[in-house]
Structures are given as C-alpha cells and as structure tokens.
C-alpha cells in the first residue's frame, strides 16, 4: 500500500520533542499557570517517574535561584555605575565652575574631566560585561560578600533578640 509524504511515520530526538512541547505549551496556556498537580499530570502522560520530575524540579528552582543571585548581582553593579556617574559629574562641574571663574578659561579642569571620564568609562565596559572570567570573579566576590553580611546581621539580630528578652 503506497504511503504519502504526510502519511509517513516522522521520528523526533529528544531535543526536538522537548522543544516542540515547549512551543505546544507556551502557545497553549499563554497566561495560564499550571498547578503542581498538573505538572505530575503531564509528567505521568509522559511516562516520567516522580522521583525523576522532582530531581528536575530541585535542578530548575537552583538554576532560577542562580538566575536571581545575577539579575541582583547586575543591579547592584549598575547602582554603582549610576553613583559613580552621578559623582562624575557633581564634582566636575564644580572643578569647571571654579577653573571658569578664576581663570576665565577650562584649563586644569579638562585634565581631571579626561582622566576621572577614562576610568567611568573603563567602569562602565566592565558593568555592562556579562560573561568571562572577570565577571564571575566580581560575582563570587560580590556573593561572598554578601553572605557574609548576612550571616552578621543574622548574628546580630539573634544577639538583640536574646538580650531584648
């Protein structure tokens, strides 16, 4: 029996099922959220176990807290930009004032605008650089820095709480 082009059995990998579902799905429930029961839903559908769909779960809620621990990684980066910038230009603005009203002309002021505008626009590549080696370093630091500080105001808190008793 001749079999037509669209009749012909298609075969899929894995990665090409994965992401066909994920359009089926997005296209779908737009808006809508799935409950954990339905994702056990379709997980069983899919012949996934339970214990193989939490693993999954515990690995994509660790990605999304790495995701976060960046975004506010970035955040923080750009609030220094931003600081820095706003410095920037307080200051020289006020070097410029005073080099115009005593000499009449921008003289030694240029030479601190040149030098301070190099190293902001040194600092702003490196805030807007996302990846590589220097970013992560800056990111690890940033991190440990913060637990750090956490783990002290948690200290601290604690030591109020004992003696506020």
């Known amino acids: 029996m001749p079999v037509s082009q669209t009749q012909m059995i298609r075969s899929y990998n894995q990665e090409d099922i994965q ?5 089926a799905i997005a296209r779908q429930a737009d808006d809508t959220e799935f409950t954990r029961e339905q994702l056990l839903e379709i997980a069983a559908e899919l012949e ?3 214990e193989c ?3 999954a779960e515990q690995q994509w809620l660790q990605k999304q807290g790495e995701i976060q ?3 506010d990684f970035n955040i923080y980066r750009h609030g220094r930009l931003q600081k820095h910038a706003g410095n920037f230009a307080i200051v020289n603005s006020f070097f410029m004032g005073l ?4 000499a009449g002309e921008l003289t030694w002021s240029l030479y601190i605008f040149l030098f301070w505008g190099l190293g902001l626009g040194l600092n702003a590549w490196n805030t807007y650089q996302s ?3 220097d970013y992560e370093k800056a990111f ?8 750090i500080k956490q783990s ?3 200290i601290w808190n604690n030591l109020f709480k004992t003696w506020g008793t």
Do not use: A, D, F, M
Request: glycine share 4%; charged share 20%.
């Open 19 to 23: 992401q066909i579902l994920q359009i």
């Open 48 to 50: 996934i176990s339970p």
């Open 53 to 55: 769909l939490q693993v």
């Open 69 to 71: 621990k960046r975004q």
């Open 99 to 102: 080099n115009l009203v005593n």
């Open 131 to 133: 990846e590589g080696e």
């Open 140 to 147: 690890q630091r940033w991190y440990r820095q913060n637990q």
């Open 152 to 154: 002290i105001n948690t």
